[in-house]
């Protein structure tokens, strides 16, 4: 990643870029294949909108016209009367305003996925932005939203991680239901402070946490109770049973809560064996979500932190009248190629498109190549012409550089053209209107770093 004066905002080098770009493109097929439309709202919100979601409202950008900034400098109204708006900090706000003011054209449950820019003003540290790409996925649904989906997602963001060019991942789920059924039977009453201490887990160690609980009036028994569960991690929805039981609670809503992880858990077992692990550690985002709920790693860079969060609400959104019930998840895509960068863990084949560099032999005859180069371009392949006419040895070099596999050379006073693979030195005879490149040379590819 090239440097900049400002930190936060990550600039990738050409080939950088193009490991980018085959993820987006990845993710991108990989939800249109399960049925998800794509779209893309404003970059900016009212800030009342944006405040909606308060804990999140420091770090929101906020946006202003300079000729209003210098208004107010000077004592003038300035931007006082104008609406004041703000770059969106996540892709969930936005959607939620979506589905509102489109609820009469849209079709329910609506499936949708979501590649834009997002901005947070928080303290860039590795894998951590100002400005960074978010991928997200939701199901919204109409007043109900059945529990299946928080089945499928899970799994389509397995399918898609999973069959990236980087380690093993591991999508790690909890219910909201579960934490909650097993606090109301040890009579912890307020929940939310026990996934406070909870969330703390794994920063302070039990030790803390149980200090963090007591200070909220969850006494020691309770505390004990609430640190075992969290020490469940199974991938066996036998066992996420026998384990809980042995907690000695039980309930209705913990039942209910159980009956949805074992059913995710077994499920996923059968799709993806593996890859879905049960966790009832994670604590994050269960005082807003309401049922399951996800994180993921990455296996031997688990300091990377959650690439892939989400859950289950109730409600997304409400216009007063109508409630929008979805389950989403959001990739940090920043994040995740950032890391894929900087290991490196995959490498671009080549920095540009080009597949092809036509060599000019005489300025003179640069429309020969021009030609050539235009005629390949019309059949597909990324062509580009040599900026001068300087020896072959040169401008094979500056193929080389940029990872171009082929030049083309022009035949001379009647001569055939030919077409060499400087990679292997290889040499034919070709014709622009019939000759194609390998498939695997047609356009870059990002392969497992060796």
């Known amino acids: 990643m090239a440097r900049t004066s400002l930190s936060g905002f990550p600039e990738w080098l050409p080939d950088g870029r193009i490991v980018e770009q085959s993820v ?27 405040e909606s979601k308060g804990e999140t409202s420091k770090e929101v950008y906020v946006l202003e016209r300079l000729q209003a900034l210098k208004e107010a400098e000077a004592g003038g109204r300035g931007s006082s009367h104008e609406r004041r708006m703000g770059l969106h900090f996540d892709l969930t706000v936005p959607f939620a305003r979506y589905v509102i003011e489109n609820a009469n054209d849209l079709d329910f449950p609506f499936k949708r996925y979501q590649i834009q ?129 042995e907690l000695g609670v039980s309930g209705g809503m913990l039942e209910e809560g159980l009956v949805e992880l074992c059913e995710l858990v077994a499920t996923a077992a059968s799709r993806v064996p593996g890859v879905v692990v049960a966790d009832l550690r994670i604590a994050r985002g ?31 959104a409400t216009d007063g009248k109508r409630t929008y019930p979805g389950v989403g998840l959001s990739i940090g895509v920043s994040r995740l190629v950032s890391r894929m960068i900087s290991v ?10 080009t597949a092809v560099l ?35 040895g040169k401008q094979i070099r500056h193929a080389d550089r940029r990872g171009i596999p082929f030049v083309w050379f022009p035949g001379a006073d009647g001569a055939p053209d030919t077409v060499k693979d400087i990679r292997s030195g290889d040499q034919v005879e070709a014709r622009a209107g019939t000759w194609t490149p390998p498939a695997a040379d047609l356009l870059p590819r990002v392969e497992a770093a060796d």
């Open 24 to 50: 987006l493109d990845h993710l991108r097929r990989i939800f249109e294949l399960h049925g998800f439309a794509g779209i893309e709202t404003r970059a900016v919100e009212t800030l009342e909108q944006l």
């Open 117 to 245: 820019k997002v901005w947070r003003g928080e303290r860039p540290q590795e894998g951590r932005f100002r400005e960074f790409t978010q991928a997200d996925i939701d199901v919204v649904g109409n007043g109900e939203l059945p529990f299946h989906f928080e089945v499928e997602l899970p799994l389509v963001m397995a399918e898609a991680l999973t069959s990236l060019p980087i380690p093993p991942v591991h999508v790690l789920v909890n219910n909201r239901k579960v934490v909650q059924g097993v606090c109301e039977s040890i009579g912890v009453e307020d929940v939310d402070a026990a996934l406070r201490g909870l969330d703390k887990l794994d920063k302070i160690g039990p030790e803390g946490v149980a200090e963090e609980l007591a200070a909220s009036g969850i006494t020691g028994a309770q505390a004990s109770t609430l640190l075992a569960m969290a020490e469940i991690r199974t991938d066996s929805p036998e066992e996420i049973r026998t384990r809980v039981g």
């Open 358 to 392: 036509v060599a000019v032999i005489d300025e003179s005859d640069r429309h020969r190549s021009d030609d050539i180069a235009t005629l390949l371009r019309s059949r597909g392949i990324p062509s580009d012409v040599a900026p001068a006419a300087a020896k072959f």
């Open 286 to 316: 269960l005082d807003y979500y309401t049922g399951s709920v996800y994180e993921t790693v990455v296996e031997g860079h688990e300091d990377l932190g959650s690439i892939c969060s989400g859950g289950r609400y109730d409600s997304l």
């Open 344 to 353: 490196p863990l995959v490498r671009a084949t080549r920095k540009v498109p």
